[in-house]
């Protein structure tokens, strides 16, 4: 009964046309939840294709038949962290009509995911969640606003609001998370009148 649900489950997430083998999702599952574990009590660089897949108890042609190797395997579970932070910016025209609503969207759509976010990105990997988070929140605002993607001024803009955003909350972590947002916020909103 339970194969059964998880099989139904999957197949309202992505359509009978696409099943994949319940084992293969199974497979998937334990080789995330053991790559997570050893995540988040190491860094990535010392994390080994065997250890993981002693983790997940596979074997290690099962994990190379979905991954080239470990690096592949974090890069693609931190696409999906960045894609998630994207999709909870519920109204991207912000960016032009209220900046400072824009930058709280963003950064409460950070904290959603900042249990993943810390085992992800931790160690070396912490200075390539910024520039993630730029390159996609950039392809949602150009996606709705084509013509700014050949426009200095509001990729500098988005750079800014992005970045600074980020690093202003990295530096003072420690503070109360809402009065941080509420400053960088309001930081933001002053540019509206360059936007």
Known sequence: MGDWTDKR???KCVGKGDIMDLRTIKTERAIRNAFMLLRSKKELEKITVKELCQEACINKSTFYAHYRDVYELSDLLCEEVVASITRGI???EYFEEDP???TRELFYAYFAQNSLITILFSGKQRNYL???I???VKE?????YPQYREDTVKNVILTYCIQGGYHAYAGNSRCDVNQLV???GTLTGSI???I
């Open 140 to 144: 949602l605002i150009f996606e709705k």
């Open 100 to 102: 400072a609503e824009f």
């Open 9 to 11: 489950r999957f197949e």
């Open 90 to 92: 519920l109204h991207p």
């Open 182 to 184: 509420e400053i960088i």
């Open 134 to 136: 730029e390159r996609g």
């Open 130 to 132: 910024a520039d993630r």
């Open 192 to 194: 509206k009148g360059i």
